[in-house]
């Protein structure tokens, strides 16, 4: 079974209103819980790590955005959810638009959190640079948490609130059963998803979209800029954007409330 390749899990009983959450790059399923908590009275709920993250198979090729989306058909499919509303962070978003464009009858609504279509040919060095600051793996926790407060950011200049960054990759950080703490997610396939997700434009996925589709955007973000949130608006008009204020790329873990406010808004004027 395809599944059984996936770390997943399913919050919530409403089997004809459901959810599925995509997490982004480096993160995994787990950051979605505080969201789908709040939502799984209403919905059924599905978080799962993609490939190359969390518990979930780590094989050394297979990291396009087609593939996630391929992915995410099979899981869907062996579970037996003809449709559901999608919600995709970052990474997770830009597979999300590639799912939606290449399996539209299975969306309901498409939900893209902070993300744009731009192809970006250098992005990859940005994490190299990132993960090779790292030390991992690290012989205990509190030395994980010492390197991040006092070493990591006189390391690595990052493009992200510092405060959030840190809290990130520690968060990505586990024990492993040898007792050191190293990355949740395979370092390899982190590099490849950042090469392959932007050796690309997906402009033509943003102009595909028939479903209602939501782009949130955090004001500071420093992957979606305000040019290119306004460039998604116009170039198809079943976008609909919200722009949250005073907050950055991680808008669901940010605000999350504001954010669950948002989306339970959306998807319920499209069930009506």
């Known amino acids: 079974m395809f ?3 996936f770390n997943y899990s399913i919050l919530g009983t409403n089997k004809s209103d459901r959810i599925v959450f995509i997490h982004g790059l480096m993160a995994f399923s787990a950051n979605w819980r505080k969201i789908a908590s709040r ?3 209403d919905f059924q709920c599905l978080i799962y790590d993609q490939r190359g993250h969390g518990g979930s198979f780590k094989p050394e090729t297979g990291y396009t955005p087609e593939i996630f989306a391929e992915d995410l058909y099979k899981i869907t499919e062996e579970l037996g959810w003809d449709k559901f ?5 970052s990474m997770g978003g830009r597979n999300a638009m590639v799912f939606a464009n290449l399996y539209p009858k299975k969306v309901r609504t498409l939900t893209i959190e902070d993300m744009g279509p731009d192809m970006d040919v250098n992005i990859t060095d940005y994490y190299q640079r990132m993960l090779d600051s790292v030390p991992a793996p690290f012989n205990s926790k509190p030395q994980v948490k010492h390197f991040f407060d006092t070493e990591f950011f006189s390391k690595f200049k990052s493009k992200e609130p510092s405060p959030v960054l840190s809290l990130f990759l520690q968060a990505n950080i586990e024990e492993k059963p040898d007792g050191v703490f190293d990355w949740r997610f395979s370092k390899h396939a982190i590099l490849e998803i950042a090469r392959e997700g932007h050796a ?3 402009w033509a996925e943003v102009k595909s979209f028939q479903m209602p589709t939501l782009l949130i955007h955090g004001e500071n973000s420093h992957v979606l800029s305000t040019e290119t949130y306004q460039k998604m608006l116009a170039a198809n008009s079943n976008i609909t954007g919200v722009e949250i204020k005073s907050v950055g790329h ?3 873990f940010e605000k999350y409330e504001e954010f669950v406010s948002v989306l339970r808004k959306f ?5 009506a």
């Open 3 to 5: 599944l059984e390749n």
């Open 39 to 41: 939502l799984e009275n």
């Open 85 to 89: 509303h999608l919600v995709g962070h």
């Open 200 to 202: 690309k434009d997906r």
């Open 250 to 252: 991680w808008v669901h």
């Open 267 to 271: 998807i319920d004027l499209h069930n």
